[in-house]
């Protein structure tokens, strides 16, 4: 018995070292596992819950444009060209007799011509000259015109004006008329007056007259004179640049009855045709103060 229970204890104590191993191995086994929780949940960042309105946000569809290409400019339509007014047809001047007592006394008349205020125009058959007013009126003057053979018509513009101008005749004049100055300084005995205006590059002129008497008669060359109080008056309306119309001598040929309002006509010359130039080219002379002779 003794001897059996020896048995025991001795087998006992060596089951007793293997349990502790295992105990102390289980201890440390434990230990580690729980240094590897631990340090495992210090390195794991927490995941940070969005708030609610962000949440929202990025749930919502984003809508994204396509690329807007830039298309071709389409030119705009080109603008029609606006036509030219058409001026209106010119009036004829009032039925006036020149040799009614005062007729040719410088007043305003009655005269809805359809020009523009500014406008001069001459009434070379019925020797009156008409600045427009306004558009039912005018200032009449009476005037002196070419005579035959020197008369004509059309639509000039004033291209200058001078005040006691000189005179130089024409080569044409003095082949006429040798006795003719070749130069006269302006002055009272000038039979250019004591105004003067230039109608375009022709040799006509508006100017006065040494010889008021001449007044009503068909004596000059071509040019259009007046008394001196007359075409100061008229120098002092008319502005450079203005329309000058001058209507045919024969009442047949104004624009209102057929006669294009710019027609220009003249009567036969008495002179030699290669020496004297016609108002329908007058526009090609060369300019200067040339004017038609005083008789």
């Not at 009614?100 to 406008?119: E, F, H, M, N």
């Not at 070419?146 to 291209?159: D, H, K, P």
Request: proline share 12%.
């Amino acid at each position: 018995m003794a001897k059996r229970a020896k048995a025991k204890r001795g087998k006992a104590e060596t089951l007793a070292i293997p349990m502790a191993a295992r105990v102390a191995i289980c201890a440390v086994a434990v230990a580690a596992l729980g240094y590897g929780l631990l340090s495992g949940q210090a390195g794991v960042q927490p995941v940070r819950k969005p708030p609610a309105q962000e949440a929202r946000a990025s749930s919502s569809p984003v809508y994204v444009a396509p690329p807007v290409h830039a298309a071709a400019a389409v030119p705009a339509p080109a603008a029609a060209p606006i036509p030219a007014p058409v001026p209106a047809p010119l009036a004829e001047p009032p039925k006036a007799d020149a040799d009614a007592p005062g007729a040719l006394v410088r007043q305003v008349v009655d005269y809805a011509s359809r020009q523009a205020p500014g406008t001069v125009i001459i009434d070379t058959g019925n020797t009156f000259l008409y600045f427009v007013l306004n558009d039912r009126q005018a200032m009449r003057y009476g005037i002196g015109v070419g005579r035959e053979g020197f008369t004509w018509s059309g639509e000039q513009t004033v291209a200058r004006k001078a005040e006691w101008p000189d005179w130089h005749p024409p080569v044409e004049m003095v082949s006429r008329q040798p006795y003719l100055p070749r130069f006269m300084a302006g002055g009272p005995g000038n039979p250019l007056g004591a105004r003067a205006m230039y109608l375009g590059e022709t040799e006509y002129r508006i100017h006065g007259t040494n010889n008021p008497a001449t007044i009503g008669k068909r004596v000059s060359s071509g040019c259009i004179r007046l008394t001196n109080d007359d075409v100061t008056d008229l120098y002092e309306r008319v502005k450079v640049g203005a329309k000058v119309i001058v209507l045919p001598a024969a009442a047949a040929r104004r624009p209102s009855q057929g006669a294009p309002a710019d027609a220009a006509s003249r009567s036969p010359d008495p002179a030699p045709p290669s020496n004297r130039p016609s108002a329908a080219n007058a526009q090609m002379l060369p300019s200067g103060p040339k004017i038609a002779e005083a008789r």
